[in-house]
């Protein structure tokens, strides 16, 4: 935090991407820090970013592995904290919690914390043993969700693991909220056009593996029966 008379603390935040849903945030962080993003881009649906903290750089693919060219403005920058996205496709995960080691620099893990279309096993399945392994080891993790953080609170000694739920928008969506809290249930509703049928919403991102459409042919099959 930025404290008169004292050392600003450096942060560096490690992404496969900057989507825009994040800005807030890492804004956030930005006016609290000396805060450096370092990502990529994709093209794969999301809108993307690029502001004044955030540093693009290439990235050298290798079937499903990434590493993002970044290790030389890395010892350039000399962070205090690396928080990086929980993904072992990253090749930068790794070189990041080496170089956390030999710095002293503290490491923090950020993201879902397992393939959630399967179960955590990590006696069975190498991948969750990697993630274990990190969990583990390292400084903090934080997650997205609540029943990952009781699983892993369970699982593991780690004491120092966090939930922050995806990092939307808070004050926006509150003040949003609030907004039809005051207006009314009854009123929003027909405001929105909900009646006494089947009403459903869909709060994510609209990219094509979250199978909206398929959400819309089961609203049409209950319509029929």
Known sequence: ????????????????????????????????????????SLDNGIPQKELHFSNKIGAFNFKSLKYLRMTLSLFKFRPDVIIHEFSLSLVNLYVCYLYSKITGCKFIVWGHGYDRKNKFDPKLNFADKVRAFFVESSDAVVLYSDDVQQLFQR????????????????KEKDDLYNAMEYEGRTLVKARLGFGDNINIGFVARLTSIKKVLLLCDLVESFKLQ
């Open 1 to 40: 935090m930025k404290i008169k008379g004292k050392k600003t603390l450096k942060v560096a935040m490690v992404q496969g991407i900057f989507p825009h849903y994040r800005e807030g945030i890492f804004s956030k962080l930005s006016e609290e820090y000396d805060f450096k993003l370092f990502h990529s």
């Open 155 to 170: 699982t593991f000694d780690q004491k120092n693991i966090f939930v922050a739920r995806n990092s939307i928008q808070s």
